[in-house]
């Protein structure tokens, strides 16, 4: 009932006040549809960012600030990546992302079993972001508790530009040059960024490359990318203890030092997508091969004879392919589509002395593959009623050779499939020119990984008793348009059954199990709102009760999730034009549990930001600016925790007060 009036005090301090300046006409394109729908009439929870050209964008949780529904976390540890979740799914993560299905360009950024990092995109060139929250989410398969789809910037002319960012903790320049034809348009982007924090440990060495081609044949439209990444260096300071952190939150682990921990990575990409898009009928065609290498040193020796070492080496060539064909029958549009996904593991574990890789621990090859077939429909009932939906099909296959067999470390080999479907369907009514509703139900499912499916307590081989959690999600949600501002308001509730838990942790291995049930509900409300001419602001709030629902856990918070979380940025426009801007940014969370059982807590925080931003003409080039004041109080928090971690160092102090300065020059 909390949430019921809280959600009709919401809706009444929504209603329109004087009119400015028309906001633009939103469409959103990560939906059950293929095409881009207007925003007020899409049946689903879609938002769309637009990343600011002129910053640095060195942390992909920094993108994501303002985004009802989702929770960024900065580690401000650059060895293990940033961490997103959404209504609870993905905060279970101990490194990069699960549990979300990202994209780039229609091309997964995902690995077939769910594991994802964006630390290997080149975030500078993004052009938009859209994500999609709640059931529909479902219709991208495996591990989609929400979508993030990124599309990149499309070259425009012929230029070139630089791009310099300088500040307490990072150093970073890029180089761009494009150049554009009648038949096509092309763009290559050179990156180098050296980071570090303010704790020893943590310098990170991060360098990118882009080429992009755009062209029209005669029978489609084609894209290619090829991407490249290497981070030759990237210091891992280990998380601290709650005391340790109250004590000093700059510090370092001591195993961070002793054991040398860091990672260094290497990844490299080509995908190409065919397009066409006709008034009756549409197809898109996508193929993309990459390799992805790292080596990493864990804060511990690893030497036990059934560890996998304290020195990981892995290397993952992956590849697909996907395809959709969509059909315009009047009010009908029907779309058809399949999908292969193929990775392999090859991994290796050696004992860390003293930051020396030394005896081999760990010698397997893990492969999974995933077969999808979908289909998704959207009927105009009327004019003001839309029907939308869609099932899944997907046939996943695990296979695990081990090759590090001894009389104390059994054959861990072995194979399994999965077999799972998911749906969703949603009505929306546009009953008002300024206002519709939607409702919008789904079911989805997760498949363990292969980390999570590599061990078992008893006996060898994988760990065949794990199956894959499935979840029921309802939705219902408001939208209101108008001339000067525009708010949506979601209320939500998923159920979870057979979420996985880490079972035990033993002799260098950790085990999972299947869980009982999870709830989550919450309200989610979003509000921008442009006052006039000069001001402008944005409002997201996000109220998630995520918890255990049955067995030894029943009533407990999900780890890694905050029960509430606030953003507000007020923005003024000095000028006539939208030249100059001052933005005024916070970001308020409540605690956050560090373990199943909630032993611990990482406190709630608020944190504040100011940014300046320009533009002008200097001798007939295009030049942008940046000021920034990050963390403006200079407040010591967490800015995320390691979920269920062993040996309590849950606590990933944040970054202090930073200033820093970007300049891009276009010419």
Known sequence: ???????????????????????????????????????????????????????????????????????????????????????????????????????????????????????????????????????????????AGAVVSLYSRKPAGQNASVHFAQGRFLSQQMLSVEHQSAEHSSRLSLKQARLHSQRPQSEAEKQQGQWLWFSQLAFADLMLRYDWSRDPLLQDPLGLTEAEWRADPNQTSANAQRFDTKKSSRQRQLSLTLSQQQAEQNWQLGLWTGHRQVSQHLGFDGSSPTS?????????????????????????????????????????????????????????????????????FSYQLQPDWLLSGGIRHSQSRVRVHDFYITDSNPDDSGRTQFNEQSAAFSLSHHYAAARSWFIGTGLGFETPTLTEMAYQNEGSGLNLALKPSQSR????????????????????????DDELLTDQSSGGRTTYKNAGRTAREGLEWLWFWQASGHWQQQLSLTLLNARFAGGELDGKQLPGVARQQLYWALSYLPGQHPTQKLTLSTTLRSKVATTDQNQSFAPGFGRLDLRWQSELKVNGQQLSYELAAENLTNHQYVGAVVVNQANGRAFEPALPRQFSATLRLEF
């Not at 309802?474 to 998923?494: A, D, M, P």
Request: glycine letters at 8%; a negative charge; proline letters at 4%.
């Open 1 to 143: 009932m909390r949430t019921l009036y809280l959600a009709c005090a919401l809706q009444a301090l929504s209603a329109p006040q004087g009119v400015a300046q028309d906001l633009a006409v939103e469409r959103i394109r990560v939906t059950s549809q293929s095409q881009p729908l207007l925003w007020l009439s899409d049946p689903s929870n879609a938002q769309q960012l637009q990343p600011e050209p002129t910053r640095a964008w060195y942390d992909a949780a920094s993108l994501f600030s303002g985004v009802a529904g989702f929770q960024a976390d900065s580690r401000a540890n650059y060895a293990q990546d940033s961490r997103l979740s959404s209504r609870g799914f993905g905060s279970r993560s101990a490194f990069g992302i699960r549990g979300l299905r990202l994209m780039q360009d229609g091309i997964p950024l995902s690995a077939p079993d769910g594991q994802g990092q964006l630390s290997s995109v080149l975030l500078d060139q993004i052009d938009q972001v859209e994500v999609l929250t709640g059931p529909m989410a479902a219709l991208y398969g495996n591990a």
């Open 308 to 376: 996998a070492g304290g020195v990981v080496d892995l290397n993952r060539p992956f590849w697909g392919v996907n395809a959709l064909q969509q059909w315009q029958f009047n009010a009908l549009s029907l779309s058809l589509g399949t999908s292969y996904e193929h990775s392999t593991d090859e991994r290796r574990g050696y004992v860390n002395q003293q930051g020396q890789a030394t005896d081999l621990r760990r010698d397997e090859q893990g492969q999974f593959s995933s077969l999808d077939w979908f289909s998704r």
């Open 473 to 496: 999600s309802l939705e219902l949600g408001h939208k209101w348009q108008y001339q000067h501002w525009r708010s949506s308001l979601v209320l939500f509730r998923t159920d979870t």
